[in-house]
């Protein structure tokens, strides 16, 4: 799927999905859903959906509509950390 068809899906169920929230990916997005304790020195990690986009221009680094979903995984994302 593209970008645009993504962000269309995604609009159409209510699901708010947000770009690069931690210096991430700059082609990725995330969907928040939930937070955890963190084990070692952070006082507590986000859990995202992170969506994997692949550049449909050559060494693109700026999100467009054309760019094509690649993979889904689920990303932790350390906070308030020493």
């Not at 269309?8 to 991430?24: V, W």
């Not at 082609?27 to 959906?49: A, H, M, P, T």
């Not at 992170?50 to 999100?63: G, R, T, V």
Request: with cysteine; aromatic share 10%.
């Amino acid at each position: 799927m593209t970008r645009q068809e993504v962000h269309e899906f995604l609009r159409n169920k209510n699901i708010i999905s947000i770009h690069e929230p931690y210096g991430g990916p700059p082609l990725d997005d995330f969907i928040k859903i939930g937070r955890e304790q963190d084990e070692w020195y952070c006082s507590w990690e986000n859990v995202d959906i992170q969506l994997h986009y692949e550049a449909s221009k050559p060494n693109s680094i700026e999100p467009i509509s054309d760019d094509l979903l690649r993979k889904i995984t689920i990303s932790r994302w350390a906070y308030d950390c020493l």
